[in-house]
Every structure is written in structure tokens, then in C-alpha cells.
């Protein structure tokens, strides 16, 4: 009789072993479900628009293209454009600015401030430019 009873403990000892060490494996294995970002990645067109705007446009329009450039005198009219609080790159479309990049801003009729780039970059780095203009604008536009 008691030779029964241990082996019925040492039985439902095994079992309750078991259910527990598979309970566990399943909830390992189950992973968590990654949380989506919904943030927008700059794409690989977009970086290198974002290096050619910081080493050639930067001086005058600013990193952030808020217009603040380092260099570009403050005493000086018109100054360089806000590209990301203001309006300017809705109103504007991607032929106008892509004529004012590679012709400088005296292609439109304005100053000569904004100089030429035909000479110094690509039909396509200017695309990137523009793509990276556009996407430090709808950055901004969505934390707001
Ligand atoms: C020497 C300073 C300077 C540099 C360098 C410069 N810009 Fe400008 N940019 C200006 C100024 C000033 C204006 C405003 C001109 C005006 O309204 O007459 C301007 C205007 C513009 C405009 C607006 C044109 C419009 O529709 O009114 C664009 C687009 C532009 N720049 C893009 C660029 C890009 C891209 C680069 C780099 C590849 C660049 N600029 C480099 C000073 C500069």
C-alpha cells in the first residue's frame, strides 16, 4: 500500500513537472510582438540628399533649413527661405526648386544669393536634396 501511494506522488510529481516546463516553453517561445514604429525612416536617396544639403546648402539655409545659416549675413535681404515652418515647400512644386538649385535662385527672378549647382551637382543629387527637404518638413509638420 504505501509502495502505491509514492509511486502515485512521485507520478503527479513527473506530471505536474512536465505541465510546468511546458507552460514555460511555450511562453518563451511565444515572442512579443516587436511595437511598430510609426516614425518614417529617412530613405537611402534621402541621406545622401541629407550630407550634399549639410556640406553645400547648410552655410547659408542652416542644418535644420530653417533658414538661420552660419554664414549667411544677417544683414543681408532676403535672407535664405524657412523651408521647414513655413509654407514654402507645399506651395512651391519640385520643378521650381529643382530650376533654383541647379540655375541659382536668379533663374526665378530673384537675388543671386542662391548660387548655381549645375556645374557641381548631379540632375539626380538634386533630386536627393529635394527628397530630403521634404522629409525634414513632414518630420516637423508630424511631432507638431
Ligand atoms: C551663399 C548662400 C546660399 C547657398 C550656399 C545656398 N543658398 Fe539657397 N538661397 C539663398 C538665399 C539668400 C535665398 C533667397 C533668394 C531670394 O529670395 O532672392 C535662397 C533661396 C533658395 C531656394 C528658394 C528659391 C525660391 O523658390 O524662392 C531654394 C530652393 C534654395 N535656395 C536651395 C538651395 C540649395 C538646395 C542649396 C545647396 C545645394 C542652396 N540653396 C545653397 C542662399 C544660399
Redo the contacts with the bound molecule.
Keep these: 500500500m504505501r509502495n502505491i501511494l509514492r509511486k502515485y506522488t512521485s507520478l503527479s510529481f513527473t506530471f505536474s513537472l512536465v505541465f510546468f516546463l511546458a507552460i514555460g516553453i511555450i511562453h518563451c517561445t511565444k515572442q512579443p510582438k516587436r511595437a511598430e514604429s510609426n516614425k518614417k525612416t529617412l530613405s537611402f536617396n534621402g541621406r545622401e540628399g541629407k550630407r ?2 549639410i556640406h ?6 542652416g542644418e535644420d533649413a530653417e533658414g538661420s ?1 552660419r ?2 549675413p544677417s544683414y ?1 535681404e ?4 524657412d ?1 521647414i515652418n513655413s509654407e ?1 515647400l507645399k506651395e ?1 512644386n519640385e520643378n ?2 529643382f530650376r ?2 541647379k540655375f ?3 533663374a ?1 527672378g ?6 548655381s ?1 549645375d556645374e ?2 548631379r540632375d539626380e543629387e ?1 533630386r536627393y ?2 527628397e530630403y ?1 521634404k522629409f525634414l518638413k513632414m518630420s516637423k509638420d508630424e511631432e507638431s
Design positions: 550634399l544639403f553645400y546648402c547648410a552655410p547659408c539655409h545659416g554664414y549667411f543681408i532676403p535672407q535664405p527661405p523651408f514654402y512651391t521650381v526648386m533654383a538649385i541659382g535662385s536668379k526665378l530673384k537675388s543671386n544669393y542662391s548660387p549647382y557641381t551637382l538634386i536634396i529635394i527637404l
